[in-house]
């Protein structure tokens, strides 16, 4: 069964649907979800092109070879762990960083400055 089942219909004209339209494409994201966003208070980010998650991908296999060199410096005691350790965490935030600045939507701000 839909966890989703009640409906909100809302009438639009041409030029309103095709600009909403052309938003809703720049996101990847359903029409569905897209309203949903901005009903719940937050604007969807454009979807990312291809460098990004190029990008992501070189991150998670960077944080990948560092975690691999904390297991071998703990074992071999030839390399401070610790230090290792801290450039992994600096890296996963780094890309949780970009995680949220490309994807994630941002909160909606009123006109009057109320959330």
Known sequence: MRKRNIRIWARVTEAENEIISKQIKKTGLSREAYIRCLLLGTVPKEKPDEQFYAAMQELSAINNSIKTLVRM???????????????????RSFRM???????????????????
């Open 97 to 115: 960083e970009v995680k949220r600045r490309f994807l994630e939507p941002d909160k909606l701000v009123m006109p009057d400055g109320r959330d």
């Open 73 to 91: 410096a703990a074992c071999t005691n030839t390399i401070d762990a610790s230090l290792l350790e801290r450039e992994a965490e600096n890296w």
